[in-house]
T-cell receptor
């Protein structure tokens, strides 16, 4: 069975500071990994995805994530936080083959302070 | 924009009444999914479909049924709504662009069961 754990339900950073959102996964098969962002009262938007190509994945809005198989991690980072980054972030895992259904972490709310 | 609409966008209903939520896509993708979002749980899969009349259960399917009589429409039905089904419901479609299987989400339906 697959699972995802996001460490920290709330993360607060100052504008301009490094953003680090943690995600650890469990999967018995080669995984696809995703980060989604949800702004208030909106749907989910795909930030970036890992699909067994490069382990360092770059996404939209300056975010990137590194797949580390030995640590079963897929942490999301951004060098310099912007006020507009304040949102809820979800890490998700799916099978590389099959139904493609996503297993989500519980989410991390990012607060950016001026 | 992956051409996904959900209706209604908001609904308030009473315990014991039937409710049907509709997801409509404009691009004829084979896979469609229904998730529910609750605080502290992220998103959890209710049911999914891999073609017309082909559906399967997700992790939280009790109390829900689905139907897909046309490629473009995927309906979620709560036969007898309960307060525990108060949630935000998201429909998603899977875009099969090898080697990816990205999911794109609709805007969501906020359901309140009194």
């Amino acid at each position: 069975a697959q699972s995802v754990t996001q460490l920290g339900s709330h993360v607060s950073v100052s504008e301009g500071a490094l953003v680090l959102l943690r995600c650890n996964y469990s999967s018995s098969v080669p995984p696809y990994l995703f980060w989604y962002v949800q702004y208030p009262n909106q749907g989910l938007q795909l930030l970036l995805k890992y699909t067994s190509a490069a382990t360092l994945v770059k996404g939209i809005n300056g975010f990137e994530a590194e797949f580390k198989k030995s640590e079963t991690s897929f942490h999301l980072t951004k060098p310099s936080a912007h006020m507009s980054d304040a949102a809820e972030y979800f890490c998700a895992v799916s099978d590389a083959f099959g139904s493609g259904k996503l297993i989500f972490g519980q989410g991390t709310t990012l607060q950016v302070k001026p | 924009d992956a051409g996904i609409t959900q209706s209604p966008r908001h609904k308030v209903t009473e315990t014991g009444t039937p409710v049907t939520l509709r997801c409509h896509q404009t691009e004829n993708h084979r896979y469609m999914y229904w998730y529910r979002q609750d605080p502290g749980h992220g998103l959890r899969l209710i049911h999914y479909s891999y073609g017309v009349k082909d559906t399967d259960k997700g992790e939280v399917s009790d109390g829900y049924s689905v139907s897909r009589s046309k490629t473009e429409d995927f309906l979620l039905t709560l036969e007898s709504a309960t307060s525990s089904q108060t949630s935000v419901y998201f429909c998603a479609i899977r875009v099969d662009r090898e080697p990816y299987n990205e999911q794109f989400f609709g805007p969501g339906t906020r359901l309140t069961v009194l």
